[in-house]
């Protein structure tokens, strides 16, 4: 029995199996590896602006404690439940250790629509949130971030709200807050410039030419439309993007900074361009070099696996492709170079962890040396991965999984059990 359910559940239960196989991790420690540590239920009331209440239902999984606090981002969306949260805590655990960070992963959200409701409902809403899960978290003990839903803003929001109640501001209880309330620089770009950093790296050694090469995007919300700039950077063509409102398509390549100051304004693409408009379903088989799912999870699903006509596979998103796509994807792993999600979107937490050590230390960094210790550990983390997959014949998502996993493993095996 577990109160842990749904699909996306069920998802990350399966890897963990294919992983736990493949390391012959014993039946009798697999369970303490899997099950999270914590998980916290809440109700949120809020006045409505025409002064009715309403209660929205909120969590938090904490996965595990064994390496330092648990970190994780907090997403608004009508689909969050608690089974979904405990999927993206533990997928934030593989991620953590993959890339060497002293976390455990935790995960939190609200099941509403932010965009359904006015500002000051959302700001409401979420101290309320915050003020709900003081008892439960900590510098030292659990650090929020934005994920989908969510901000800067209400990041500052939370900040906020932690600090009154503590009498002083601190600045580290959460990650991805404004530069002008103790944020780093390039966070907010974080994870989109990794998920593009490492499109390119994988484009060189393919010698693909960049300039000549074509990328499509899912989700054009803090993920999607910063790997979409920087790809355009690089040279790419962005043929096509889609959001929760359609799609765009473009042959010769969409104008990406226009289309953003679209997206800031507007909060959507809708409206961009009639002319452009095209089937959003159409978007994760279009033909092209890099794709990236950047929205919602297990939208790869077997069938549009087999369907995909991308060279790399960079997963913006967390968990967008389903085991059963992954039996294919290894199929086709001449065909189409897959980077897992738990390190292609792994520069945000990675950025988040820079962000926390600067407030404790209250020493900021300049944004260049930011960017370029990211980019180090991404490089060191995708060359393990490399290997690792290489070495024993396994997909890479395998590699990249089963290096976090057995870190966590080892770390909670040196400890012990107490008591
Ligand atoms: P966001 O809220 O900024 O943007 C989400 C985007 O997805 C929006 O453009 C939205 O319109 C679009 N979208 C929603 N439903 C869609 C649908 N059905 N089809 C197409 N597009 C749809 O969120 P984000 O922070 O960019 O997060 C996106 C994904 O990246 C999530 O899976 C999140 O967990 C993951 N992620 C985010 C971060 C981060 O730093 N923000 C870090 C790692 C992973």
Redesign the pocket.
């Given at each position: 029995m577990t109160v842990y359910s749904g699909p996306v559940f069920a998802m990350a239960a399966k890897q963990f199996g294919v992983i736990a196989d493949y390391l012959a991790i014993p039946a009798d420690e697999r369970d303490r590896l899997l099950m999270p540590k914590r998980a916290i239920t809440i109700s949120c009331p809020i006045h409505r602006d025409d002064g009715s209440i309403a209660v929205f239902e909120g969590y938090r999984v904490q996965h595990h404690l064994t390496l330092g606090p648990t970190k994780g981002?907090t997403r608004f969306a009508p689909s969050v439940d608690l089974g979904e949260v405990a999927a993206l805590a533990i997928w934030m655990s593989w991620k953590c250790a993959l890339v060497g960070l002293p976390y455990g992963g935790a995960k939190g959200g609200i099941a509403v629509d932010p965009r359904a409701i006015s500002k000051h409902e959302l700001e409401a809403l979420s101290r309320r949130y915050m003020q709900e899960m003081i008892p439960f978290v900590g510098p030292h003990v659990d650090v929020m971030a934005?994920?989908?839903?969510t901000n800067e803003q209400v990041m500052a929001w939370f900040m906020d709200t932690y600090s009154m109640y503590q009498g002083r501001t601190v600045t580290e209880i959460v990650t991805g807050k404004p530069v002008a309330s103790g944020g780093t620089l390039g966070r907010r770009e974080a994870?989109g410039r990794g998920v593009a950093h490492l499109a390119k790296r994988v484009m060189n050694e393919l010698a693909i030419d960049l300039s000549d090469a074509t990328a499509v995007i899912?989700?054009?919300?803090?993920?999607?439309s910063y790997a979409a700039l920087d790809l355009q950077r690089f040279g790419l063509k962005v043929i096509a993007v889609?959001?929760?409102s359609g799609a765009l398509h473009r042959a010769e390549g969409l104008d990406i900074p226009a289309l953003m100051r679209h997206t800031a304004e507007h909060g959507?693409i809708a409206g961009f361009s009639s002319e452009l408009q095209c089937d959003?379903d159409s978007i994760l088989t279009m033909e092209c070099d890099v794709l990236v799912p950047?929205?919602?999870?297990r939208v790869i699903d077997g069938g549009i696996a087999q369907q995909l006509r991308c060279r790399v596979l960079a997963e913006?998103?967390?968990g967008p492709t389903t085991p059963d796509a992954d039996l294919i994807l290894e199929q086709r792993q001449d065909e189409i170079f897959l980077i897992p999600d738990i390190l292609c979107?792994s520069g945000?937490v990675v950025v988040s962890y820079f962000e926390w050590v600067q407030d404790l230390q209250q020493l900021f960094w300049e944004e260049e040396e930011v960017m370029r210790r990211e980019y180090q550990i991404l490089d060191r983390a995708f060359d393990q991965m490399v290997i690792r997959a290489k070495r024993d014949g396994v997909p890479h998502r395998t590699a990249a999984m089963a290096i976090g996993v057995e870190k966590v493993r080892a770390a909670k095996n040196t400890r012990g059990l107490f008591p």
């Amino acid at each position: 029995m577990t109160v842990y359910s749904g699909p996306v559940f069920a998802m990350a239960a399966k890897q963990f199996g294919v992983i736990a196989d493949y390391l012959a991790i014993p039946a009798d420690e697999r369970d303490r590896l899997l099950m999270p540590k914590r998980a916290i239920t809440i109700s949120c009331p809020i006045h409505r602006d025409d002064g009715s209440i309403a209660v929205f239902e909120g969590y938090r999984v904490q996965h595990h404690l064994t390496l330092g606090p648990t970190k994780g981002g907090t997403r608004f969306a009508p689909s969050v439940d608690l089974g979904e949260v405990a999927a993206l805590a533990i997928w934030m655990s593989w991620k953590c250790a993959l890339v060497g960070l002293p976390y455990g992963g935790a995960k939190g959200g609200i099941a509403v629509d932010p965009r359904a409701i006015s500002k000051h409902e959302l700001e409401a809403l979420s101290r309320r949130y915050m003020q709900e899960m003081i008892p439960f978290v900590g510098p030292h003990v659990d650090v929020m971030a934005p994920d989908m839903g969510t901000n800067e803003q209400v990041m500052a929001w939370f900040m906020d709200t932690y600090s009154m109640y503590q009498g002083r501001t601190v600045t580290e209880i959460v990650t991805g807050k404004p530069v002008a309330s103790g944020g780093t620089l390039g966070r907010r770009e974080a994870t989109g410039r990794g998920v593009a950093h490492l499109a390119k790296r994988v484009m060189n050694e393919l010698a693909i030419d960049l300039s000549d090469a074509t990328a499509v995007i899912q989700g054009f919300g803090n993920v999607g439309s910063y790997a979409a700039l920087d790809l355009q950077r690089f040279g790419l063509k962005v043929i096509a993007v889609s959001d929760h409102s359609g799609a765009l398509h473009r042959a010769e390549g969409l104008d990406i900074p226009a289309l953003m100051r679209h997206t800031a304004e507007h909060g959507s693409i809708a409206g961009f361009s009639s002319e452009l408009q095209c089937d959003p379903d159409s978007i994760l088989t279009m033909e092209c070099d890099v794709l990236v799912p950047a929205a919602m999870e297990r939208v790869i699903d077997g069938g549009i696996a087999q369907q995909l006509r991308c060279r790399v596979l960079a997963e913006g998103a967390n968990g967008p492709t389903t085991p059963d796509a992954d039996l294919i994807l290894e199929q086709r792993q001449d065909e189409i170079f897959l980077i897992p999600d738990i390190l292609c979107n792994s520069g945000g937490v990675v950025v988040s962890y820079f962000e926390w050590v600067q407030d404790l230390q209250q020493l900021f960094w300049e944004e260049e040396e930011v960017m370029r210790r990211e980019y180090q550990i991404l490089d060191r983390a995708f060359d393990q991965m490399v290997i690792r997959a290489k070495r024993d014949g396994v997909p890479h998502r395998t590699a990249a999984m089963a290096i976090g996993v057995e870190k966590v493993r080892a770390a909670k095996n040196t400890r012990g059990l107490f008591p």
